[in-house]
């Protein structure tokens, strides 16, 4: 054969072997991975494929092979393996992941900034360990929308199940999407959800809990915003604390001025009795120029908490500091929360009159609540003012409207109390009442006991009935109801019925020598004097001496 014709076939063979391998294929091949995800056990799970899109390591792959992971691997064109670090994003639906894998010196494809339409070539690059390394040139036979922005494209191929999330590309060399099989095995199609899809995927604060993220055990991104940042971390909770603190670093690291992250980390160290490197990080936050106000309420907040534990604190964590602290932070901001907790720091260092002050300039801001003028009665409970005690519980229940709602209960049970002190019987009856209504499935035969003893007070016979038969009923084995149901059915003329509870008293406690006195008193009252007589000896043998006078008392 002449060699003209050598040389002229020889050029075809090379160009359809180009047209065959496009010149950006090699190239793009770097930015291919293998990823090996493993459980918890360490058991691996699936091996798929992936393509990094930037120079973060951010890789897009396939969902389903990353569910139950807890780690995971890539493994690079030259064989090297990078760990995956977080989650990036992640949706079941769509069946894609997107993924952070610590690879340096990424070479990297550019994504496609346009659909491309029907008849449109398209590229499907062979998995990493394809020794043939050929790729797949076809065409688009439909392009649907998905979510009405991304592109949907349908491919006449039906690749093997290693080509799964390999990367398809355009003829410019610009990724179009990863490549996801058929579902149905008749279906001679595969399809490409756009990579820009993939792509926009990102964590929010509701990630923390979302069934998509939940599944997949390693790390996720920390949202790109502040606020949802916070949120997801306090979403996660800290029952993982190396977790837990991962997160926080990360939050520090992403927004080095806010102080949420300073504080988050140094409450958690607190509440391990790591005293010295909370206070540690709360100076990082200053030096890092976060809200000195903010740091500054963090600490003493979490000092006052750990001093009420009771728990051994050092020579640096008292009261006072955490006072120091607030008056630091209140001035630079008088926030209404700031001021709160330096009521409270005041009530524990026993300044009641400073602190009574305090809860009633909180109830000037629109922080305004009934329970700041309950602190404040207690202040002038500690300092023996009634009078001033009533007229704050009286602003605390004027917070609330009738019908009253459960939340004024609390108003109410201590009001009663104060009421029952200065003498105003009849008006803490009312009050129990309506605290009756509002906690009628958490009441206990005590309550009904006291509201007993109140209404003993202003003549509400009845209603004491009542009231002592139901504690009774509640705790049929506590002797002291037996003993009181006996002494109210005496002053009422209900005689036999009061003997009968005061003997079941002593049935229950033959030690209880004032059952035995209201036992005696009620058989005197049947003619029983020398029945009367044994009892009322016995609860004077019992040490009882209101017994003496009564059993020589002629009847």
């Known amino acids: 054969m002449p060699k003209r014709i050598i040389y002229t ?16 294929a090699k190239k793009t091949r770097r ?17 798929t494929n992936g393509f990094i899109i930037d120079a973060e390591g951010t890789t897009l792959s396939d969902y389903h092979s990353f569910r139950g992971a807890a780690r995971a691997v890539a493994i690079d064109e030259g064989g090297r393996e990078w760990p995956v670090t977080a989650i990036a994003g992640a949706n079941s639906l769509c069946d894609v992941v997107k993924v952070k894998v610590a690879i340096p010196n990424i070479k990297l494809a550019p994504l496609a900034t346009a659909d491309e339409a029907i008849d449109a070539k398209a590229y499907i690059l062979p998995y990493l360990s394809n020794k043939a390394n050929k790729v797949t040139e076809t065409t688009i036979t439909n392009v649907s929308k998905f979510r009405e922005t991304y592109a949907y494209y349908t491919l006449p191929v039906q690749p093997s199940e290693k080509s799964e999330s390999c990367p398809v590309m355009n003829e410019r060399g610009e990724l179009l999407g990863l490549l996801q099989l058929a579902a149905n095995e008749n279906d001679k199609n595969c399809y490409v959800l756009s990579a820009a899809y993939a792509k926009s995927l990102a964590t929010t604060a509701l990630s923390a809990t979302a069934s998509d993220y939940r599944d997949i055990l390693i790390k996720k991104v920390l949202p790109g915003d502040a606020s949802q940042a916070n949120s997801f971390i306090y979403l996660i909770g800290t029952r993982d604390s190396a977790l837990y603190l991962s997160y926080v670093e990360d939050f520090i690291r992403a927004f080095p001025t806010d102080a949420n992250g300073y504080s988050m980390k140094a409450e958690f160290l607190s509440a391990q009795g790591r005293f010295a490197a909370a206070d540690s990080c709360w100076d990082a936050g200053l030096q890092a120029q976060a809200p000195e106000d903010a740091i500054r309420y963090s600490r003493a907040q979490a000092i006052f908490q750990i001093a009420q534990s009771k728990q051994e604190l050092p020579d640096f964590w008292t009261i006072e500091r955490a006072l120091q602290e607030i008056d630091a932070a209140i001035a630079v901001e008088q926030l209404p929360v700031y001021i709160s907790l330096r009521a409270k720091l005041l009530y524990a260092l026993k300044r009641y009159e400073d602190a009574c002050q305090q809860f009633l300039q909180v109830n000037e801001t629109n922080l305004r609540s009934a329970d700041y003028f309950l602190y404040a009665a207690q202040c002038q409970l500690m300092l023996r003012d009634t009078t001033a005690v009533l007229a704050l519980q009286d602003s605390a229940v004027a917070c609330f409207t ?36 509002l906690k009628s499935k958490e009441l206990t035969a005590n309550f ?42 005496y002053r009422i003329g209900q005689i036999d019925e009061a003997v009968a509870a005061a003997r079941q008293a002593v049935a229950i406690d033959d030690q209880f020598a004032d059952a035995y006195r209201i036992l005696g008193v009620c058989l005197r009252s049947q003619g029983k004097e020398q029945d009367a007589r044994a009892v009322f000896q016995r609860a004077i043998d019992l040490g009882d001496e209101m017994s003496k006078t009564l059993i020589d008392k002629k009847p």
């Open 402 to 437: 009738k019908p009253y709602m459960e939340n004024a209960a609390p108003a109410l049970l201590m009001r009663a109390t104060t009421l029952v002190k200065v003498g105003r019987y009849r008006d803490a009856v009312r009050d129990l009442n309506d605290y009756e209504h």
């Open 9 to 24: 076939l020889f050029l075809c063979l090379l160009t359809i072997s180009i047209s065959a391998q496009p010149k950006w």
């Open 448 to 489: 009904y006991y006291q509201r007993e003893q109140t209404e003993l007070q202003c003549r509400m016979y009845q209603q004491a009935l009542n009231d002592i038969e139901t504690a009774v009923r509640m705790e049929p084995r506590e002797p002291l109801y037996h003993a009181e149901l006996a002494s109210v059915n």
């Open 31 to 47: 930015a291919q991975v293998n990823l090996i995800t493993y459980d918890a056990t360490g058991k691996l799970l699936h091996s």
